[in-house]
């Protein structure tokens, strides 16, 4: 066996594991009984002790240049195995195990503590544990960047190779003008009130199942579940997502649902020749997040869609207010004053992760402390959105991320927007008659094109390259904000 | 640190994962998707490959024999810790890494091909799959043997230290003409009709999770699933078990509920400062069988619990047709025609366990071939109990053990009734008036005894030591059979 045969047999390995590993996530989020956390937290430290000692194994730099020597240079697949494999080797090699180990123990911990926390509203319970988390965060962000590199840099890299806080950073701040004075225009129109009543949380989930499958979701390879916080799990033939359910808000679930199903659909697509190889997943969280919104939100609540979801949801809730499919598309695409960045509208969503980008960037260089964090959190908000933030719950500690140690991530949520804005503008041009699909609730070949033209690919370009072949264009915010304009300024009168 | 801290610490990791796998192992039987059969072969072999390295590590060898020198003879916990150490360290090396995975592998997949067989009552579709486990447990079972050593006493020691199959069959062979006579004897006396009509499987659900709380399983270190097959997963902080409901009969969910509760809370019950040590479980198949089964016969099928049982089924479902509650206990104990091992009364159980005792055995030693397996299963069904196998499902296809490579552990079942009938007889001596507590619903004053005298102990002691430390007698299968005869004789008439 050859030494390129070698290096994908042992990765095999290790992909394996690493799948292990996140059913071990998925497990604590879904299933875990409450008093495992403490007996959870050893079994994951443990699991990335495995990870760490087979991602850092001497072997693998020999393998390496063994396989670049004797691969062809036009062996694309081969060429990208190693490019991917070298970065997670390179990666791991900076990262004491002892720290990998503490940081998979300590965000197991964390994670409980967060949801306690948000659940009696106390942030000063979470303090200690958000502390130790990013403590060991920025440790580990200074050992990936090393001298003279930057620590926020590095994490994000994890998330999103080649990006830059920096480059990102000029990107929303483009953004953020038009986003203002679109959001502000829209409100300036009166408010739109949101549904009211109750809606029977299992017909919810029947119909969240539904949408699920509508828009290719393989349940043969999947399950969903209910969690706090939904997510997506798992790649190659085992993808789980996540929802939730609010019996005043049927929104949250069907919308979570297509959300989730966007990111699963991405990895259940990636070519089977890639399973357990470095390159079968999606390749980055904003290429990742692309797909999601562009199902939730360019699909999910566009006009067409909207149309044919009115009558379903006619059909399986009854009348529950509103009057026709126009007040419907209206009530789906409100711009309400709301504090939930996963409930948010696709015109604040942005605000929302801009507001986090900025306090992280501030959490890991140090120059703000978590014990400020709230204050500086809804001192922000109030400027952003003109109103307080109530309780901790809607403020702070919304989200599970920073419990996780996800802290680098938020502004590929903004990235994966402004992806999706390019590649629906490309969707449209290839399928200008897709309404009448979706008129129809068959968004099949809409999700057909992205998975010709980004998922199959998995890992095999890097993110950038896979938006800009799906587009024939570079990525730019461009798109994002033509579209948002264009939907949303009639709602302004 | 001393040799033997580092020991510890290290087996603290490898019991960690040893977790982590076994969490993967009640995934598939309740969670996986199905599409999902072949990946996680992958993982679970991966998973495999890990823990052998681990407990094959050299250092283990090194660390033992210092631990060994440097503690006092009195020091029974850490003499206890580092048996056990030294008895997984010295099975491990005698089986290759590559066999473990392979079997690792091959029994995921044969799990997944034993369900479809059974489904569909197709034995040949299951014999490949069947044959390849069989292949992989004989090589394992000669490899833990080594020259003159015999394989199923080998395959047996895993789930039971110490025992022979020998010694277990001389047991066997004396229990089996007086079962056989008592059975006899009640069956002679004519049927006791069943339960009849429907009871809703919801209400089942719930009154089994009552019965859960009621002996003791603690569901915030667990939580109860639907499986095909009922088990019990995990130790420590997270134990799971499964049962399935049947809407004809009631039974079988509420006493596999039962019996896997007593599995549980011996898991649950281990001495904390156990916790993720060798010590940290139950010692063996046969104690911990003891337990399930004195928690679901001897407490659960005896006529106090069942006054109890009958009026709160009554409650539950209404009139239900049994008249009262001596009417119930004879129904809950009828000694009917079944095919089917884990429905069977207390009287009959065993005569099915020794079938599979003798079938597995000649499998094993190699003078029973899988295609010739399902004649050889009729021909002895028919002998043992006078009727004739009426489809796969009741007869071969009925058990998941071989599929997943249990070869060795049937017989643990019947040694786990005789250690309850042991154990039983001492709790009566210690609690003599314990019907009147069953008889209002509760058992806690037994289940603590068993907590006290053996579940807390873990692998502190050998089977055979904590049984007999528990009973202060040496187990043999009298108290079992004197039990029997007192309890079901009088159904003779």
Redesign the interface.
Known sequence: MGAYAELIAYQ???E??G??AG??SW?QET??????A???A??S???Q??LHARRSDPRIADWLAAAEAELAQEDTVARAQLREIRRGYERTLKVPAALAMALARETALAQGIWAEARAEEDVARFLPALSEVLRLRREEGAALAGAGGDAYDALLQDYEPEATAAELAAMFGAMRPRLVALRDKVQGAGEVPGLSGAFDTALQLELSRELALAFGY??????IDRAVHPFSSGS???V?ITTRTDPSDPFNCLYSTIHEVGHACYEQAVDPDF??SALGRGVSMGVHESQSRIYENQLGRSRAFCGWLYGRMREKFGDFGVADEEAFFRVVNRLGRGYIRTEADEVQYNLHVLLRFDLERALVAGDLLPGDLEAAWNDRFQRDFGYAVPKPSQGVLQDVHWSVGLFGYFPTYSLGNLYAGCLHAALRRDLPDLDADLARGDPSRATGWLREKVQRHGALYGPREVIERACGAAPSEAPLLEYLEEKFTPFAG
Chains 1, 2 share one sequence.
């Open positions: 095999r390995e290790t394996a594991l799948q292990v059913r071990l497990d299933m875990m009984p409450r008093g495992a403490a007996q959870r050893e079994e430290a443990a699991m002790g495995v393989d349940l043969n390879r999947g399950r190659g033939a085992d789980r399973g357990l």
